[in-house]
Nanobody, 119 residues
Framework: VQLQASGGGLVQAGGSVRLSCAASGTIFSINVMSWYRQAPGKQREPVARITNDGSTNYADSVKGRFTISRDNAKNTVFLQMNSLKPEDTASYYC??????????????WGKGTLVTVSS
């Protein structure tokens, strides 16, 4: 199973960016899909998560600005980021609990995509 994230880039403060992360491989089902981020010199932290039935949770720092969603048919999770602030600058990583026919349930990480917010 591979998680491929895309959509990062340079944006001005107050702007918007939409991240995507597609899971590929021999997938039976995907439970929770999440986004984490890691700023330079800081620990990786959770940003948002969504279950396979659409329930969502957000970090307090992004509530009201970020929206997580998913397309179960395409095994893809999205993160719409609005009203971006310089402190949102980080590498963003997707994470998913994936069940495959041969391995069973396992947690997977994608490679990060960098979002840089200029002031």
């Amino acid at each position: 199973v591979q998680l491929q994230a895309s959509g990062g880039g340079l944006v001005q403060a107050g702007g918007s960016v939409r991240l995507s992360c597609a899971a590929s491989g021999t997938i039976f089902s995907i439970n929770v899909m999440s986004w984490y981020r890691q700023a330079p010199g800081k620990q990786r932290e959770p940003v948002a998560r969504i279950t396979n039935d659409g329930s969502t949770n957000y970090a307090d720092s992004v509530k009201g600005r970020f929206t997580i969603s998913r397309d179960n048919a395409k095994n893809t999770v999205f993160l719409q980021m609005n009203s971006l602030k310089p402190e949102d600058t980080a590498s963003y990583y997707c994470n998913a609990d994936v069940t495959t026919a041969y391995i069973g349930l396992k947690n997977y990480w994608g490679k990060g995509t960098l979002v840089t917010v200029s002031s």
